[in-house]
Nanobody, 120 residues
Framework: QVQLVESGGGLVQPGGSLRVSCVASGPIYSLGTMFWYRQAPGKQREFVASMTSGDNWNYADSVKGRFTVSRDNAKKTIYLQMNSLKPEDTGTYYC??????????????WGQGTQVTVSS
């Protein structure tokens, strides 16, 4: 089945950097827009960044200028480079993607998340 697997989370000090990755696998006919969301304890999941298959990107205002999204279509991977991290960036980071399988049905898929903690 289709899977999204995130990696690269961890503990980092304020002002530090971290890069998280998400790899898609399974019976994928077409990989569309890929997204990053995050969820802090006690808060709703929120949009962070996205990138289309044509490399058009979008960012939440809270991360503009600090985070950079990129993707490698050959590797079916999306990355999120996070710089100048703040304690409020702490949360579980989830990958989401629009994936069309070989029955030509597009669906949204979620990864299991990777924890990012920004703390001194």
């Amino acid at each position: 089945q289709v899977q999204l697997v995130e990696s690269g989370g961890g503990l980092v000090q304020p002002g530090g950097s971290l890069r998280v990755s998400c790899v898609a696998s399974g019976p994928i006919y077409s990989l569309g827009t890929m997204f990053w969301y995050r969820q802090a304890p006690g808060k709703q999941r929120e949009f962070v960044a996205s990138m289309t298959s044509g490399d058009n990107w979008n960012y939440a205002d809270s991360v503009k200028g600090r985070f950079t999204v990129s993707r490698d279509n050959a590797k079916k991977t999306i990355y999120l480079q996070m710089n100048s991290l703040k304690p409020e960036d702490t949360g579980t980071y989830y990958c989401n993607a629009i994936i069309t399988t070989f029955d030509y049905t597009p669906n949204f898929y979620w990864g299991q998340g990777t924890q990012v903690t920004v703390s001194s």
